[in-house]
Structure formats: C-alpha cells, structure tokens
C-alpha cells in the first residue's frame, strides 16, 4: 500500500478498492466458437451455447487462459496450477442461463501489484486477484417503445475481472491505477483497451472513515467508461457519503450509476452479497489445470514491461525517471523514442521533443503516435543539426514544421531552401558586430558604465543584422571580447 500520509476530505479518510472487467482479445467467446467482434447487428453473433440452449455445454478457450496467465506475470502475481469455474446465479433478462460462468474460490490469478507515479511519488496497489468469467448479454431500452430488446452478442465474451485491495486513497489516486492498468493490458497486448466500446470497464468501491476507524461502508459505482467521469463521479460520491454521515444517517451498501449529465451518482440496488448468488462450482466444466511449462512459455513470449522499460531507459540513456515514465506510455512511443535517441546519440534532448514539440503536434490533431507524420530518423536529423550548431533551437521548429506538413522530406534540404544556416563564419560575424557597436556607441558606453540590460541589447541588434542566423552563442562570446 501506499507509504505516505493519507489525505482527509472535510476529516475523513477515503478509501477506495477497484475492480475492472477486461474484455480479453480473443478470436472467439470463452466457452463456445462464436465470434467477439464488436457493432455487429444484434443477436448474429451468439450460438447454441451462447443462447443456452437445452444439451450444449462449455468448451475452454485456451486463448483465454493464456492472456490471463500473461496478465499475472506482468503484475507478479501467483498463477494458481489449479482453478475452479463457478456458477454465480442471479435473473435478469440478458443472461440467458439464469447464471454466469465465472471463479469464486480458487481464481487463476491470485495476488500481484501495480506501481505508478502519482507526481513524483510512487504508490502500489495490491491486487486480491484476476479470475476468468463471461459477459452477459445487453438490454437495450431505446429503440422499442414500451419493451426492451436483449441483444446476445456479447454474452459469453471471456473478461478477466481485476480485484484490488482497498489500497487507494482518492480520486486523483484512482485514475492514475486505472491509467497505470490500461497501459498494461494494452501494451502486453491482453485487451484492446476501448473504453467507449467497453472492453475496459471500471466499478469503483467507495467508502469514507474518521482516519483510525474501521472501514466504513461501501458503495459501488459500476461501469465508469472514462477516466475524467471516473474522477468526478468518485468525487461527488464522497462528498455525498460525508454529508450523510454528518447529518447523521448510516451508509447503505448499495450499487450506484454516475450520471454524467447531473454529475451525480444514483442508487440502482442495495447491494447483494456473496451468499446472494448461491455459487457452486460448475458441474460442466473440469477445474483449470495450468502446467509450469506453459507459463514458461507464454513468459518467454512476453514483451518488455513497461516499468522495466523505463528503469532501461533511466539507466543507459541518463533520462530522468520522469521522462521515463512519459516515454514508456507505450511500445510504438518507447520505440521512436528509442530510435531517435541511437541515431543522433542525444537522448535528452530527444526526449524533450518528443514530450514537447510532438505530443504537443499529435494531441492538437488527436493523432496517437503510431500516426506520427515526421519518422524516428528524422527527428534524429532535426536534434543532429541542432547539436552541431547547424541550426538555432527555433530555426529546427522551422525545419520540423515543414517536415511534419509534407512541405520537405530531408532535413538538409530544408534547411537549405528555407535560408535557416546559422552563420558560424567568424569573420562574417565579427563585422556585424562592429558595425552594430559603432551604430549604437551610446549602449556600448551604458554596458562599461555596468548595465547589463545594454548588453542584451546589442546582442539583439547583432542577431537582427544577421538575419537571425548568427548562433547566439558565438555572438555572446564575440560582443563580450570586443567590449572588454
């Protein structure tokens, strides 16, 4: 858990435990061979099994099995060598078995942590467990006056449902957990991370307490779908606990939606318990038997983790942890950087363009990085150019402009068509600066009174002679020696 002092709301502590669905991506569902993709007409996607109809019976994906296992070598968790399926029985209209397929128990992913920086400040989430389940089916209610449909595509879809402890101590907190876990399914590539389309989707247990208390109660809010109504909706949902409490009324233990247009949350339902669902285990389904040898296997295969990227990345390039971070926000960002930082030998600098110039660029243009109009190598020849004084920090955002709008392709070309040469001919120099020294005698004579605002005066009447193409620095040095 996190080491530093917790915040207080109006005297209280928040205390906040996550739980994320998923969705795995796999070809087909968990359990039957019908197809996971997303927006197809309604109901053309769910089979017998799906449908549950009388005599099928559930097949493992094995594919799901091993994203799971993925996921919890990632986050140093226990992969269990035995898990059992159960079934967790309630009613409603979209779930057609009258239960869903999921773990109780024994899950298949048991333990494990998430670090992230939150500023500066590192904090860990301990995980309780990630277990393997199905989707349900989806209700709609718009399109049909009066009735609802029940669009089965999406039951039987496999989820991995990510359980935290209550290790989180505000909104702020919370986002960057979620933020630090969508990074990792992404990037190991266990889940494609849609959030619109639900493929990653939130429940967020909130509760309150006079710091030193036991845990209050707890209310879950289902569903968030984006991180900026995450951090609001948790926000209105402890204000709403603190009042109550102070105007004296117990908690109840309820589910809640957010409402994004009132900015409030609602109860839906007194929340059930555990005992609610009746689990047992699932007579269809034989437990879940994961070799060692597999999860070698599948360890083998596995990429470079973001966290161990950027220890890399602070380590052989001298990059502060900061940057580290920011550039290993994913692989395809990790590999410019990379890319440019070998080919110019100026990582630092590398960096700061990439966090500057770059994703300034992309985020005006809603673009993701993968879409990046200037390639790794020519960023590498722009930072090159810069470091061997061939062109002013300005003139290169003259160079990369035309680079990022397709006017030019190469670099050195650029340069040349645009006039953007820094002059570094001395002798070229040293006669504007006489000429500018004897064009304004009375600012020399305030500097050697002991001005110093004169002084950057003239250095900017010498880079306006020249153009804007006399390097500063050789100018500095130039002005100070011929005043003495």
Same mark, same amino acid.
């Given at each position: 858990?996190?080491?530093?002092?917790?915040?207080?709301?109006?005297?209280?502590?928040?205390?906040?435990?996550?739980?994320?669905?998923?969705?795995?991506?796999?070809?087909?569902?968990?359990?039957? *061979?019908?197809?996971?993709?997303?927006?197809?007409?309604?109901?053309?996607?769910?089979?017998?099994?799906?449908?549950?109809?009388?005599?099928?019976?559930?097949?493992?994906?094995?594919?799901?099995?091993?994203?799971?296992?993925?996921?919890? @070598?990632?986050?140093?968790?226990?992969?269990?060598?035995?898990?059992?399926?159960?079934?967790?029985?309630?009613?409603?209209?979209?779930?057609?078995?009258?239960?869903?397929?999921?773990?109780?128990?024994?899950?298949?992913?048991?333990?494990?942590?998430?670090?992230?920086?939150?500023?500066?400040?590192?904090?860990?989430?301990?995980?309780?467990?990630?277990?393997?389940?199905?989707?349900?089916?989806?209700?709609?209610?718009?399109?049909?006056?009066?009735?609802?449909?029940?669009?089965?595509?999406?039951?039987?879809?496999? @989820?991995?449902?990510?359980?935290?402890?209550?290790?989180?101590?505000?909104? =702020?907190?919370?986002?960057?957990?979620?933020?630090?876990?969508?990074?990792?399914?992404?990037?190991?590539?266990?889940?494609?991370?849609?959030?619109?389309?639900?493929?990653?989707?939130?429940?967020?247990?909130?509760?309150? *307490?006079?710091?030193?208390?036991?845990? +209050?109660? #707890?209310?879950?809010?289902?569903?968030?779908?984006?991180?900026?109504?995450?951090?609001?909706?948790?926000?209105?949902?402890?204000?709403?606990?603190? /009042?109550?409490? /102070? &105007?004296?009324?117990?908690?109840?233990?309820?589910?809640?939606?957010?409402?994004?247009?009132?900015?409030?949350?609602?109860?839906?339902?007194?929340? /059930?318990?555990?005992?609610?669902?009746?689990?047992?285990?699932?007579?269809?389904?034989?437990?879940?038997?994961?070799?060692? &040898?597999?999860?070698?296997?599948?360890?083998?295969?596995?990429?470079?983790?973001? #966290?161990?990227?950027?220890?890399?990345?602070?380590?052989?390039?001298?990059?502060?942890?900061?940057?580290?971070?920011?550039?290993?926000?994913?692989?395809?960002?990790?590999?410019?950087?990379?890319? =440019?930082?070998?080919?110019?030998?100026?990582?630092?600098?590398?960096?700061?363009?990439?966090?500057?110039?770059?994703?300034?660029?992309?985020?005006?243009?809603? #673009?993701?990085?993968?879409?990046?109009?200037?390639?790794?190598?020519?960023?590498?020849?722009?930072?090159?150019?810069?470091?061997?004084?061939?062109?002013?920090?300005?003139?290169?955002?003259?160079?990369?402009?035309?680079?990022?709008?397709?006017?030019?392709?190469?670099?050195?070309?650029?340069?040349?068509?645009?006039?953007?040469?820094?002059?570094?001919?001395? +002798?070229?120099?040293?006669?504007?600066?006489?000429?500018?020294?004897?064009?304004?005698?009375?600012?020399?004579?305030?500097?050697?009174?002991?001005? &110093?605002?004169?002084?950057?005066?003239?250095?900017? !009447?010498?880079?306006?002679?020249?153009?804007?193409?006399?390097?500063? !620095? !050789?100018?500095?040095?130039?002005? #100070?020696?011929?005043? +003495?």
């Amino acid at each position: 858990m996190s080491s530093s002092k917790s915040l207080l709301v109006g005297g209280y502590e928040v205390v906040i435990g996550f739980e994320t669905h998923a969705q795995l991506a796999t070809q087909s569902k968990i359990f039957s *061979r019908a197809p996971t993709a997303f927006g197809a007409e309604p109901n053309t996607q769910a089979c017998a099994v799906d449908l549950a109809l009388p005599g099928t019976l559930p097949v493992m994906n094995r594919a799901a099995v091993e994203l799971a296992i993925r996921l919890g @070598l990632a986050l140093g968790s226990h992969i269990a060598e035995q898990s059992v399926f159960a079934r967790k029985n309630y009613f409603y209209p979209d779930l057609p078995k009258g239960y869903q397929i999921s773990q109780f128990e024994i899950p298949v992913v048991q333990g494990g942590e998430v670090s992230f920086f939150l500023g500066d400040e590192k904090k860990t989430v301990r995980l309780v467990r990630a277990h393997l389940e199905e989707d349900a089916g989806k209700s709609l209610h718009e399109d049909f006056i009066g009735q609802s449909g029940i669009d089965l595509n999406r039951a039987g879809t496999p @989820l991995l449902e990510i359980v935290t402890e209550p290790d989180i101590r505000s909104s =702020a907190e919370a986002v960057a957990y979620a933020k630090e876990l969508h990074k990792i399914v992404t990037w190991i590539g266990i889940c494609d991370g849609n959030m619109q389309e639900g493929s990653f989707r939130c429940d967020a247990n909130v509760s309150v *307490r006079k710091p030193g208390a036991p845990l +209050g109660t #707890r209310r879950e809010i289902k569903n968030l779908n984006s991180f900026k109504f995450m951090q609001q909706a948790i926000d209105y949902e402890v204000r709403w606990q603190i /009042e109550q409490i /102070e &105007d004296g009324h117990a908690i109840q233990q309820a589910t809640v939606l957010f409402d994004p247009d009132t900015g409030e949350t609602r109860a839906m339902r007194t929340k /059930e318990d555990a005992a609610d669902y009746r689990y047992f285990p699932d007579p269809d389904l034989p437990p879940l038997v994961i070799a060692r &040898d597999w999860v070698d296997q599948v360890k083998a295969a596995m990429p470079e983790l973001p #966290r161990a990227m950027a220890e890399r990345l602070v380590r052989d390039y001298g990059l502060p942890e900061y940057d580290a971070t920011t550039l290993t926000q994913s692989p395809a960002m990790a590999a410019y950087f990379e890319t =440019a930082a070998q080919a110019s030998g100026q990582a630092k600098l590398v960096s700061n363009w990439i966090m500057g110039e770059v994703s300034r660029r992309l985020n005006a243009e809603e #673009r993701d990085i993968a879409g990046v109009p200037v390639s790794a190598a020519q960023l590498a020849a722009v930072i090159g150019r810069i470091a061997d004084g061939t062109v002013s920090n300005n003139a290169a955002k003259q160079v990369f402009d035309a680079l990022w709008t397709g006017e030019g392709r190469e670099v050195d070309a650029v340069i040349e068509a645009k006039g953007l040469k820094q002059m570094n001919d001395s +002798g070229a120099l040293e006669k504007i600066i006489d000429e500018v020294m004897a064009a304004n005698a009375e600012m020399v004579e305030q500097f050697r009174a002991g001005k &110093d605002k004169a002084f950057n005066a003239l250095v900017g !009447q010498a880079m306006k002679a020249s153009k804007g193409k006399a390097n500063p !620095q !050789q100018v500095n040095d130039l002005l #100070r020696q011929k005043l +003495g």
